[in-house]
């Protein structure tokens, strides 16, 4: 049976720097990717970077280059996200998700608990 946890995340100020983590058990093999997401209050999930962990490959959406990096350790099946120069924008509940069909651009269908990430001014 897969999970999927997450930590870190919390509050910080403007400018500020926050990681999360995320952790997936149960899979078979390295052939999955695993992503983030954040979700705004009232919003769709907006989906923010995706890795495969067989290789490290990366998908990273524009709107977050340059600040945001996904990382893994494969020998842990972890990925992290390293958040810089936030900024009350990114104020959302954070999401980790998982899967091998998420791969290939279907919805994944392992998730996390979803983490608060607050940005103040």
């Known amino acids: 049976q897969v999970q999927v946890v997450q930590s870190g995340g919390g509050s910080v100020q403007a400018g500020g720097s926050l990681r999360l983590s995320c952790s997936a058990s149960g899979f078979s093999d390295n052939n999955y990717c695993m992503g983030w997401f954040r979700q705004f209050p009232g919003k769709e999930r907006e989906a923010l970077a995706r890795?495969?962990?067989?290789?490290?490959?990366?998908i990273t959406t524009h709107s977050i280059q340059g600040r945001f990096t996904v990382s893994q350790d494969a020998a842990k099946s972890t990925i992290y996200l390293q958040m810089n120069n936030l900024t009350p924008e990114d104020t959302a509940t954070y999401y980790c998700?998982?899967?091998?069909?998420?791969?290939?651009?279907?919805?994944?269908?392992?998730w996390g608990q979803g983490t608060p990430v607050t940005v103040s001014s």
């Open positions: 890795i495969w962990i067989e290789d490290g490959s990366t």
């Open positions: 998700a998982a899967g091998k069909e998420y791969c290939r651009g279907y919805d994944a269908r392992y």
